[in-house]
């Protein structure tokens, strides 16, 4: 009974996801409940003595107690930061839901199939809508130069890709494929960045050109079918192409430099990215980490604190849009909102975590668990956007990759 229900809950992930935030935290709050039964059934608390475990409910408690203190200075800012604290358990669960309910190998490997499926669909969605102008079902993205697919009316596509493309495509080449198997799983990895570059994420697509250059460097060659060089070199063919034969694509990929070069050459260097709206962003979420730097202005604050007329800079040029849910970038996002003290309590259960898991994958030479750690690691790459690991749709992302790690960190 559980693994029938595990198996349809975790490969509903994907497709919750693209339904929306109801769907997606429903699903996640449902595969906590089967932990929690199962556990309960066979007695199987073993992993509430984990390290991991104890360091991010110990960072939960963090963040709740510093929402409650954030509340009482801030009373007109609501309940918000203190309900997405609570919230932040399901995660916590969702870890120990993935290493318990699918260590069976037959279980992830159905789970995994399903979840193939459902990308290699979005995937060839994504050239469908960028040929057609509107995705299978329809829909039309109001910005001709990002592709929606099923997202409707949000531009996620690429993080969405970006989050299963390599964490499935080196699944499968980690094991002993037929020549055919060889042949899908080698196309499906060249697409992955290929199809986030076409979407008009550049920050996703810089994130997953990353990863793809070193799961490319790593993978064994004879996973692949063709010259490591061979394949750098066609795939850059491939993005000329793709920026050379659609106008939209070409205007998404080069307005970045376009907005730098119009900048005056006697300005300083960080000033040249002041047409980018995300440095406006940065630049509130700096001048509040300053106001509040050890505790942070609280969970989901942010987006009540940077409307605050004090942080109006005339000089930056998008000051007036400086305003968002987050800051869209981790970095910025913690110290503003938890302070370094929240920042550098994230950053030691991060590291404790890459570190043992970093000494079993060097062993095990496991291209599966690499491409997870990656992913993590450049989730936390400075500058570039991106998105919250608290919300529902990133932090499931970011949460959903460090789930795999450590189920193969237990297996190992």
């Not at 769907?23 to 984990?50: E, P």
């Not at 993080?159 to 499935?168: E, H, M, P």
């Not at 007036?320 to 987050?326: A, E, K, M, Y």
């Not at 060097?362 to 500058?383: M, R």
Request: net charge positive.
């Amino acid at each position: 009974m559980f693994a029938k229900i595990s198996i349809f809950l975790f490969s509903a992930l994907p497709i919750s996801l693209i339904i929306g935030n109801l769907a997606l935290n429903l699903n996640i709050l449902l595969l906590d409940l089967v932990l929690l039964i199962y556990c309960y059934k066979y007695n199987h608390w073993g992993w509430l003595n984990d390290k991991i475990f104890k360091l991010l409910i110990f960072f939960n408690l963090y963040l709740f107690s510093n929402s409650i203190y954030a509340y009482y200075i801030h009373p007109d800012y609501g309940y918000d930061g203190i309900f997405r604290s609570l919230g932040f358990l399901r995660f916590i669960l969702l870890i120990y839901a993935f290493s318990l309910l699918t260590i069976n190998q037959k279980i992830l490997d159905k789970i995994m199939k399903i979840w193939c499926l459902i990308l290699t669909i979005v995937i060839l969605d994504v050239f469908f809508e960028i040929i057609f102008g509107h995705n299978i079902l329809g829909y039309t993205s109001v910005d001709k130069s990002r592709v929606i697919s099923f997202f409707y009316d949000e531009a996620v596509v690429g993080a969405f890709i970006f989050c299963f493309g390599f964490i499935i495509s080196t699944y499968f080449l980690e094991k002993n494929l037929n020549f055919n198997s060889k042949i899908f799983f080698n196309i499906f990895l060249f697409l992955v960045p290929l199809s986030i570059f076409v979407s008009g994420e550049r920050s996703n697509f810089i994130k997953s050109f990353i990863v793809f250059s070193i799961i490319i460097f790593l993978i064994n060659r004879g996973k692949l079918l063709m010259n490591k060089k061979k394949i750098f070199l066609i795939l850059i063919l491939s993005f000329f192409i793709a920026i050379f034969s659609n106008n939209f694509i070409f205007i998404k990929q080069t307005e970045f430099f376009k907005r730098i070069l119009i900048v005056k050459d006697d300005v300083k260097f960080i000033d040249k990215f002041q047409n980018i709206k995300y440095f406006a962003h940065y630049n509130v979420a700096l001048k509040i980490f300053k106001k509040y730097p050890v505790l942070g202005t609280g969970s989901k604050n942010f987006r009540n604190e940077c409307s605050k007329e004090e942080y109006i800079d005339e000089k930056i040029k998008y000051t007036d849009i400086r305003c968002n849910t987050h800051p869209h970038q981790i970095h910025f996002e913690i110290l503003s909102e938890q302070g370094m003290l929240g920042y550098i309590f994230l950053l030691y259960i991060m590291l404790v975590f890459f570190r043992d898991n970093l000494k079993k994958t060097n062993l095990s030479k496991n291209i599966f668990h690499y491409a997870a750690l990656i992913y993590l690691i450049i989730f936390f790459i400075p500058l570039l956007p991106g998105g919250s690991i608290f919300s529902s749709f990133s932090g499931s992302n970011f949460w959903i990759i460090f789930s795999i790690a450590n189920l193969i960190n237990k297996k190992n």
